[in-house]
């Protein structure tokens, strides 16, 4: 014999609505967030779409009133003729070697100063941390002159080593990493150093390994600040062979006429690179980003 019991479960009521249903608002703010997220994702993907409509077109109907989404003709012969018109493989190969120097220094020189700010001990340490942050506020304009200086005398102007030392170190980085390092409990480190590893060891072998996501936030962020940079790579190097691929772009900027097309066309091949590393590293970024104090 067996005896079924049919209880009544009451599910808690909602503030503001009947018990168990959701009030009548919530479906029109979920509503209004969207329309509003779609329509800022519009305006910041509105560029792009232009910048790709604009390679594919002549370049006499680039800046048409009002703008022409889709080109009349499409010049697809434009990402042909951009690699006759200029090395533009080897303004590519430039950029790629100076992105990913600069950021592989940047990593290991943040990662390893914010080890010392952030789990080692010593007279001054905050007030010397707070001194290099505060270098962040300081205009790049306030220090070109004595940089570009510095470097002359140095014998590295036209050379990449003045872009890669002047950028190696970076006080961002530092914060960036330091604030990560700080979620990492400091009982971790001293049972580390009880068991007689070394703060190099600590560093390489605990602290590396657990902050994969903030190294990958800082690595895309120089990546991409790097590749994009237009002042360094145009103040420091006056060689054609050394050239960025921001600046091998202005060989299209003429005294009378300027080629409009292929600019927006090298435009788009410059940006793929940047967008495959945003795509391959979008989870580490966002968890780094989040975790680090930065949200």
């Known amino acids: 014999m067996s005896l079924t019991l049919n209880r009544r479960v009451d ?40 910048m790709v409509s604009s390679s594919l077109k002549q370049n006499e109907h680039v800046f048409t009133v009002p703008i022409e989404w889709i080109p009349r003709t499409f010049e697809w012969g434009n990402y042909a003729q951009i690699w006759e018109d200029i090395p533009l493989a080897m303004y590519l190969g430039n950029s790629l070697f ?44 306030a220090y070109m002159v004595p940089q570009y200086i510095l470097m002359q005398k140095a014998g590295l102007v036209d050379t990449h080593w003045s872009l890669i030392l002047l950028q190696a170190f970076g006080a961002f980085g530092v914060f960036l990493m330091r604030q990560y390092y700080l979620t990492i409990p400091d009982e971790l480190i001293e049972a580390a150093r009880l068991d007689g590893l070394t703060e190099f060891g600590i560093w390489a072998r605990i602290m590396l390994p657990l902050s994969k ?39 299209f900027v003429g005294v009378y006429d300027t080629q409009y097309a292929l600019i927006m066309t090298g435009s788009v091949i410059s940006v793929l690179p940047v967008l495959l590393m945003f795509l391959l590293g979008q989870r580490y970024f966002v968890r780094g980003i989040a975790t680090s104090g930065l949200k």
């Open 98 to 141: 100076l992105a990913v120097a600069i950021t592989f220094l940047q990593v290991l020189t943040g990662s390893f100063a914010a080890y010392g700010f952030a789990k080692t001990r010593f007279p001054g340490r905050d007030a010397l941390f707070l001194a290099y942050l505060a270098t962040i506020a300081v205009p790049w304009q």
């Open 11 to 50: 599910t808690p009521p909602v503030p503001g609505g009947e018990p168990g249903r959701p009030r009548r608002g919530d479906g029109i703010r979920r509503a209004v967030r969207y329309v509003l997220l779609i329509g800022l994702s519009v305006g910041v993907l509105m560029p792009f779409v232009w």
């Open 213 to 251: 996501p903030a190294l990958a936030s800082l690595a895309l962020l120089t990546f991409v600040n790097t590749w994009n940079d237009y002042m360094g790579p145009f103040i420091y190097l006056t060689s054609n062979e050394l050239w960025t691929v921001q600046i091998g772009l202005r060989s």
